[in-house]
């Protein structure tokens, strides 16, 4: 029964998604961002979320939009309708012109860590349009190994994971990922991670992020320190022209605390500054409905 259901859910996002991959790029963001609205009126949970961690950050001073809590999420929401209409065309076949429009800057610094032969952890958040990260990524960089969960649903996770595929990419689930990581850096590969989310305190340390304590996985850290890759921060973002720039960082020097829990620590925070830093800056980009601070 349970596989019925599946193959129904499937049957029904092909039909639902099909038209929006079929239309003009300027058109399917109009659409994604009215569906972006949409989900704001209607997800009033996730809502209510995102407007109190953003307000909670503008009373900090870590984010001046110049708007309304209300008014950067929304804006927000909005974002991620297009991210979603990007990601729809890219799945059904129709998004050559999406990744060909994304613009790399840095891959100097990219080279400069791959020449030291101990491989690549690339470290981003859930900012701008993260599958479109990884995507261009394969296309126009080097095949990525992304860490990820699984879907829930086998049959939408075997498509998520032949379209990765297709573009260059490969998937590492999160379950027992520690060695096939440690495996795909000590070839001299590259793996990407998401650094942004909150985890439970046996997987992380609590350090700063937009002015509050956050628990912040540690394991980029631990792995880094472990097999000597390089610790290379990407985002991508919005260009106010359309399309999208993707930055490519200079490889992060780690600290040199003999305490290796102080070490974490530092290190960590110094991660999580970069995605502070993206925040900050592009404000109606990063995933404002995370829990983020949840724990402490």
């Given at each position: 029964m349970r596989n019925v259901l599946w193959l129904l859910q499937m049957g029904l996002l092909y039909a639902l998604t099909l038209p929006v991959g079929l239309m003009p790029l300027w058109a399917a963001h109009r659409v994604g961002a009215l569906m972006g609205l949409a989900g704001y009126f209607i997800w009033n949970s996730r809502r209510?979320?995102?407007?109190?961690?953003?307000?909670?950050?503008?009373?900090a001073g870590f984010v001046n939009g110049g708007i309304s809590a209300a008014g950067m999420i929304?804006?927000?929401?909005?974002?991620?309708?297009?991210?979603?209409?990007?990601?729809?065309?890219?799945?059904?076949?129709?998004?050559?012109?999406?990744?060909?429009?994304?613009?790399?800057?840095?891959?100097?610094?990219?080279?400069?860590?791959?020449?030291?032969?101990?491989?690549?952890?690339?470290?981003?958040?859930?900012?701008?349009?993260?599958?479109?990260?990884?995507?261009?990524?394969?296309?126009?960089?080097?095949p990525v190994s992304a860490v990820a969960r699984p879907i829930d649903n086998p049959y939408l996770n075997g498509l998520v994971e032949r379209v990765r595929k297709r573009y260059g990419n490969s998937v590492i689930?999160?379950?027992?990922?520690?060695?096939?990581?440690i495996a795909t850096l000590r070839k001299g590969d590259t793996v990407g991670m998401l650094i942004d989310q909150s985890v439970v305190p046996s997987e992380g340390v609590v350090v700063d992020f937009l002015g509050r304590p956050a628990w912040t996985i540690k394991s980029p850290v631990l792995i880094a320190r472990k097999t000597g890759a390089a610790v290379v921060p990407v985002f991508i973002r919005r260009k106010k022209q359309g399309g999208h720039v993707l930055d490519i960082?200079?490889?992060?020097?780690?600290?040199?605390?003999?305490?290796?829990?102080?070490?974490?620590?530092?290190?960590?925070?110094?991660?999580?500054?970069?995605?502070?830093?993206?925040?900050?800056?592009?404000?109606?980009?990063?995933?404002?409905?995370?829990?983020r601070w949840k724990r402490i």
């Open positions: 209510r979320i995102a407007e109190d961690n953003i307000s909670r950050a503008m009373s929304m804006e927000n929401f909005r974002n991620l309708g297009r991210s979603v209409a990007e990601i729809v065309k890219i799945y059904h076949g129709f998004g050559g012109g999406i990744i060909d429009g994304v613009e790399v800057r840095g891959i100097d610094n990219y080279r400069k860590a791959r020449d030291k032969g101990k491989g690549i952890l690339l470290i981003t958040g859930h900012c701008g349009n993260w599958e479109l990260l990884a995507l261009s990524l394969s296309c126009k960089v080097s689930y999160k379950k027992g990922a520690l060695r096939a990581i960082y200079p490889e992060v020097e780690l600290s040199g605390e003999e305490d290796i829990e102080k070490a974490v620590i530092e290190d960590t925070a110094k991660l999580t500054s970069f995605v502070e830093r993206y925040v900050m800056e592009n404000p109606a980009e990063w995933l404002w409905i995370h829990r």
